[in-house]
């Protein structure tokens, strides 16, 4: 039975309050979109979150979350995909520092300083890759991670220009994406269907802003 106007009212409420808590950045665009949803893409959104509704209020299902970076090497996380080996995986970083930042993730979760050589090398390569195509006046490489997940950030240094993270539009990824990819066989196929799994998930998410979402204790 879908929920009604009171009850969707009543766990609004009582999610706004858990998100002041949470320490995302975009929390004001997680509030507007939890306050837009009709009392069906609430239910929804309680379902993918795994929130239970009781007496005593709202709780959710504790499990050892799966980190982001790996959802994306497994592809249950759509990405843009420039290249890869068998090791790691070569992405564009959807905030850039600047123009053509690009991630490599290793395909297994491994401490940041056991980063495979192979990754490094795949590295390496995109760098070069960004200094033809986009020519900036250096490009730096570092390593760090996230959620546990290391990761080597490729950052092309341009003059004059600081580096600032910025959310960049899906038409401008997709153009950066063909712009650095690197051509294989069948890469072209690949990258057609990897840009319509790309806008399908964005027209399924009808714009849900990005959420880590966890009831704190």
Do not use: C, W
Not at 15 to 28: A, R
Not at 35 to 46: D, R, S
């Amino acid at each position: 039975m879908p929920l009604t106007q009171e009850q969707s009212a009543e766990i609004k409420k009582q999610l706004l309050k858990q998100v002041e808590q949470l320490p995302q950045e975009n929390k004001e665009e997680i509030k507007k979109y939890i306050q837009e949803l009709n009392p069906f893409q609430l239910e929804e959104f309680l379902k993918q979150n795994k929130i239970q509704i009781s007496e005593q209020g709202l709780s959710q299902e504790q499990k050892s979350e799966k980190p982001i970076f790996q959802s994306i090497v497994d592809g249950e996380i759509p990405s843009y995909k420039i290249d890869e080996n068998k090791k790691a995986v070569a992405i564009l970083e959807i905030n850039p520092l600047s123009k053509g930042h690009s991630i490599v993730l290793p395909k297994k979760q491994v401490p940041t300083e056991k980063i495979p050589k192979s990754a490094m090398s795949l590295a390496q390569k995109i760098a070069k890759k960004i200094k033809s195509k986009l020519k900036p006046e250096d490009i730096k490489i570092e390593t760090s991670n996230f959620q546990n997940y290391p990761m080597i950030n490729i950052i092309p240094i341009y003059k004059d220009v600081k580096l600032e993270k910025k959310k960049v539009s899906e038409k401008e990824l997709i153009e950066m994406q063909v712009r650095l990819e690197v051509k294989k066989r069948g890469s072209r196929k690949s990258s057609i269907n990897s840009k319509k799994q790309m806008s399908k998930s964005q027209e399924k998410k009808s714009n849900i802003p990005e959420i880590s979402f966890r009831i704190p204790d």
